[in-house]
């Protein structure tokens, strides 16, 4: 089974500054790796797939990179409605599996 | 508009059973790949198990294989989690999630079809307990 780890566990960041998550697999997963946010209460929502390609209706600030086992997520000029927990997983291999999640909290 | 919307979860005794349900609606059912996620209460999200479009192909998680059984009904556009031998800790909530087709490839002998998450319900909830 792959293990996906992720850093920080938690992150605080000023609206309007830029945050930073990363994701990293315990072997390659080749481009296979998602994101996704969930606020509170809510069910997840997917913004990125194969690494970089950003979900119908995601606002450009959010953008991915990486390969193999080293990913990351970026949210550019953070607004008030992405303060959220984050998720990366990997589809390349079953099981599939999840990070266990960024806290993004407001600064 | 695609929806999902689960069903069938409540409490159950260590050693139980549950059967789950999801209604999707709005896309063509029997075309996608179909997951289970689960999150226990204050944690993070725990991928469960996957069924391919005509339910030929099923894979588990550890944590669940052999306990658990995907299924679907492509006739009534219904997936399936059947919970047996229910542990307190598979008290959480599970969304049923729709698996959207990011490529395959051949290796040697093999397809690989690869499947992230693009729709979620909005989850059931599962408690496990005497």
């Known amino acids: 089974e792959i293990v996906m780890t992720q850093s920080p566990a938690a992150l605080s960041v000023s609206p309007g500054e830029r945050a930073t998550l990363s994701c990293r697999a315990s072997?390659?997963?080749?481009?296979?790796l998602a994101w996704y946010q969930q606020k509170p209460g809510q069910a997840p929502r997917l913004l990125i797939y194969?690494?970089?390609t950003r979900a119908t209706g995601i606002p450009a600030r959010f953008s991915g990179s990486g390969s193999g086992t080293e990913f990351t997520l970026s949210i550019s000029s953070l607004q008030s409605e992405d303060f959220a927990v984050y998720y990366c997983q990997q589809y390349d291999n079953w099981p599939s599996s999840f990070g266990q999640g960024t806290n993004l909290e407001i600064k | 508009q695609v929806q999902l919307m689960e069903s069938g979860g409540g409490v159950v005794q260590p050693g139980g059973s549950l059967r789950l349900s999801c209604a999707a609606s709005?896309?063509?059912?029997?075309?996608?790949?179909m997951h289970w996620v689960r999150q226990a209460p204050g944690k993070g999200l725990e991928w469960v198990a996957f069924?391919?479009?005509?339910?030929?192909?099923?894979y588990y998680a550890d944590s669940v294989k052999g306990r658990f059984i995907i299924s679907r009904d492509n006739s009534k556009n219904t997936l399936h989690l059947q919970l047996n031998s229910m542990r307190a800790e598979d008290t959480a909530t599970f969304y049923c999630?729709?698996?959207?087709?990011?490529?395959?490839?051949?290796?040697?002998?093999?397809?690989?079809?690869?499947?992230?998450?693009?729709?979620w319900g909005k989850g059931t909830t599962v408690t496990v307990s005497s």
């Open positions: 072997q390659n997963v080749n481009s296979h």
């Open positions: 709005g896309f063509t059912f029997n075309t996608y790949g």
């Open positions: 069924i391919w479009y005509d339910g030929s192909n099923k």
């Open positions: 999630a729709r698996g959207k087709k990011d490529g395959s490839a051949q290796l040697g002998m093999v397809n690989y079809h690869y499947y992230y998450i693009d729709v």
């Open positions: 194969a690494t970089s």
